[in-house]
């Protein structure tokens, strides 16, 4: 809270806004435009400093990351679980090839790593919100330069800089529930480091980094709910730190991760 | 989007508004009216459906769930433990105390699961902003019971309805950097189910069930930032599920957890 020259009091007020009706998604889209007529139709423009939210399904249906199953072919590994646990081959065949290793393979679940290093279920594919049964999405092969596309795009047609933040929604250990975090970003730093800055009563942070970009996916999820066919939010009114970082500095090091 | 009979169009939005300059938490303190106090002097007050989200910290300290370290006895265990890793052995020790079970412990790092069940480094003990170095704060014995206290306070003090959301902050496997989770809650639920509704295309969605009370704490957690000393948020526009849910409900089954 701050006062003003006029004594006004200020608050502190971060806003997330759906931007809505947009078209179903296709290979070769032009998102940053789609999304740019979207918010023009609910009276809404990018002021400089905004955070764009988008779901990783869009940018993969853009970037026509889409398999159709009927054109895979199951290994034998692949059908053997897949008929242990009733799940479709196929699918599991292309949850193997977007894999580099798995982490857990148990109670019908394939959590991997994929090959930029996202331990998630399924490697991130998904199968709801597209045209055919028969097809599903990957993820974005790059979700940074994914999200530096998208905005340089929204600079050139709005003449302003913003950060774009790609999300996908999983779950986690310990935890029920589905959240959403980050897998790609440009314009801003995922991590706020607060290590050597001091609390309230001048005692150091010792361990406070904090996953900024993974509580906006989150925060922004919260306006997606799959049914609702909501890909993309407006963030507006946090001071974050300009940046070119990568979603990858959120990937912890699996010599360093207990869980692996 | 919709349109009211003006043809005017209305958005989706959700704002978070940080609650500041409220006094640091003594023992005893009554934290609904201290935070009523602290909104009107920004100018707000709460309306039927806000949600009120407020970090562990201060509820912990208000009812008193503070440790003088001085008055700790460490185990041989917890001083092998913390002689090993630079640690003070009388956290560890009310780590051990707090635990009923120990997750995983290495690296200097302790994952052990509450007694209610969380699974966290610490059991959630926490040395940052209180008065003495010689305290730090256990959490609350029960943080549901918490969220209801505070719900009840303001329904006397505001004569309106609202949910509450007590939050820590929390490490994750997989993933570098800290966010924010729901560890207790009241007047609605954590979790929203959407299995069985359907997505854009008619296509059943099978496994999603939305972890809601993390996904506000998580945006929450977005304005809190530690050193800034801001223990609480307004949220407000989210249409949420009236309940009497317990945050329990997060606690994924051990049975069914891969990473216990």
Same mark, same amino acid.
């Given at each position: 809270?701050?006062?003003?020259?006029?004594?006004?009091?200020?608050?502190?007020? !971060?806003?997330?806004?759906?931007?809505?009706?947009?078209?179903?998604?296709?290979?070769?889209?032009?998102?940053?435009?789609?999304? !740019?007529?979207?918010?023009?139709?609910?009276?809404?423009?990018?002021?400089?400093?905004?955070?764009? !939210?988008?779901?990783?399904?869009?940018?993969?249906?853009?970037?026509?990351?889409?398999?159709?199953?009927?054109?895979?072919?199951?290994?034998?590994?692949?059908?053997?679980?897949?008929?242990?646990?009733?799940?479709?081959?196929?699918?599991?065949?292309?949850?193997?090839?977007?894999?580099?290793?798995?982490?857990?393979?148990?109670?019908?679940?394939?959590?991997?790593?994929?090959?930029?290093?996202?331990?998630?279920?399924?490697?991130?594919?998904?199968?709801?919100?597209?045209?055919?049964?028969?097809?599903?999405?990957?993820?974005?092969?790059?979700?940074?330069?994914?999200?530096?596309?998208?905005?340089?795009?929204?600079?050139?047609?709005?003449?302003?800089?913003?950060?774009?933040?790609?999300?996908?929604?999983?779950?986690?250990?310990?935890?029920?529930?589905?959240?959403?975090?980050?897998?790609?970003?440009?314009?801003?730093?995922?991590?706020?480091?607060?290590?050597?800055?001091?609390?309230?009563?001048?005692?150091?942070?010792?361990?406070?980094?904090?996953?900024?970009?993974?509580?906006?996916?989150?925060?922004?999820?919260?306006?997606?709910?799959?049914?609702?066919?909501?890909?993309?939010?407006?963030?507006?009114?946090?001071?974050?730190?300009?940046?070119?970082?990568?979603?990858?500095?959120?990937?912890?090091?699996?010599?360093?991760?207990?869980?692996?």
């Amino acid at each position: 809270m701050s006062s003003d020259e006029s004594g006004k009091v200020s608050v502190r007020t !971060v806003t997330y806004t759906a931007i809505e009706g947009l078209p179903l998604i296709r290979p070769g889209d032009n998102l940053g435009e789609i999304i !740019v007529r979207g918010m023009a139709a609910q009276g809404l423009r990018f002021d400089s400093g905004d955070i764009l !939210v988008v779901c990783q399904k869009i940018v993969s249906k853009a970037e026509g990351r889409i398999r159709r199953l009927s054109e895979v072919q199951p290994s034998a590994f692949a059908q053997k679980f897949a008929r242990q646990w009733q799940k479709d081959a196929r699918v599991v065949e292309l949850v193997l090839q977007e894999s580099r290793r798995i982490v857990r393979m148990d109670h019908g679940l394939l959590i991997v790593e994929t090959g930029p290093g996202w331990v998630c279920a399924n490697a991130g594919i998904d199968e709801s919100n597209l045209s055919s049964p028969d097809e599903v999405t990957l993820l974005p092969l790059d979700p940074d330069r994914s999200a530096q596309a998208l905005r340089n795009e929204i600079r050139r047609l709005c003449g302003v800089d913003i950060a774009v933040i790609i999300t996908d929604t999983f779950g986690r250990p310990w935890r029920v529930g589905l959240i959403d975090f980050c897998l790609g970003i440009a314009g801003m730093e995922p991590l706020l480091d607060l290590r050597g800055s001091r609390d309230l009563t001048g005692r150091e942070l010792h361990h406070t980094v904090m996953a900024v970009a993974d509580q906006i996916a989150a925060a922004a999820g919260l306006l997606m709910g799959k049914a609702d066919g909501i890909p993309a939010v407006l963030v507006r009114g946090y001071q974050y730190r300009f940046g070119s970082g990568s979603a990858k500095a959120l990937i912890r090091e699996p010599g360093t991760d207990l869980f692996r």
